[in-house]
């Protein structure tokens, strides 16, 4: 009888080390936690855990700190760039990422997500787009779709009186100090490793020195949005992906100038 080699074992899943082990506070189907991950392995791969700062703002997102194994800091609401282009002056040897709510960065937040890109600073943002204040209430938001319906708009927003939501891939990707601005989903797994791709490719534009970078996720809130988390992932398929279109929205090459 031939005797049979044992298989050598081999790890094809494990949390990453830039994950903390805490238990998740989010609610059932909220896509922060997936968003966590991919950011946690995103950084591992790249092997700059021990030089990372996160920025979490106010919101939903301010529970970042408790879930990445990095130095971290809060900011208030909206300062969140501020405070990230303050710690990168600072020590520019440090990869500083911002990673923030659509209420805080593209309403509280506006002026500080702008004048940072256009300034060009060298650091990254992770900016996840659920289209509603989640935090608070679920209120509505820059981002909120036309006809959604959230706690301050029940009748579903009316663009006639409150105007359409704000694009914020497309709003920034036209300033000179744009590096890169990418815009993904994470309603499916072929979308959320498109996600990851563009998370790594945030993190190595600030790595070579290229300027500002963005990746914004559309993500869901079932909470706010009243839905059970598979139906609201579909939502986000039929509904949100439409109104914000997938894609790489700027790519500055490494000595491109505008």
């Known amino acids: 009888m031939i005797p049979v080699e044992p298989f050598a074992e081999q790890v094809v899943f494990q949390r990453p080390r830039a994950l903390s082990a805490a238990p998740t506070t989010y609610c059932p189907g909220c896509m922060h936690g997936v968003a966590h991950r991919l950011v946690a392995e995103a950084i591992d ?48 040897d440090k990869i500083v990422f911002t990673y923030q709510g659509d209420g805080d960065l593209a309403s509280i937040g506006m002026g ?55 694009k914020m891939c497309e709003l920034l990707s036209q300033l000179d100090g744009a590096a890169y601005i990418a815009r993904r989903s994470l309603h499916s797994p072929a979308e959320i490793r498109k996600a990851k791709k563009a998370i790594v490719e945030a993190f190595k534009t600030q790595i070579a020195g290229r300027g500002f970078s963005m990746v914004e996720l559309l993500a869901s809130c079932p909470t706010n949005w009243d839905m059970k988390p598979v139906d609201a992932l579909k939502w986000i398929e039929t509904h949100m992906v439409q109104v914000y279109p997938p894609g790489d929205y700027k790519i500055k090459a490494e000595g491109q100038e505008d």
């Open 45 to 92: 791969e790249l092997g700059i855990r021990e030089r990372t700062i996160l920025v979490a703002p106010v919101g939903c997102a301010v529970f970042a700190y408790n879930f990445f194994e990095v130095d971290g800091v809060v900011a208030p609401h909206g300062r969140a760039p501020a405070l990230a282009t303050g710690i990168k002056r600072v020590e520019p």
């Open 112 to 166: 500080e997500i702008v004048h940072a890109a256009a300034r060009g600073e060298n650091l990254t943002v992770i900016f996840v787009n659920n289209a509603v204040y989640g935090m608070t209430g679920g209120q509505m938001a820059p981002t909120t779709l036309p006809g959604m319906k959230t706690t301050s708009s029940p009748l579903g927003r009316d663009p006639r009186s409150m105007g359409r939501p704000l």
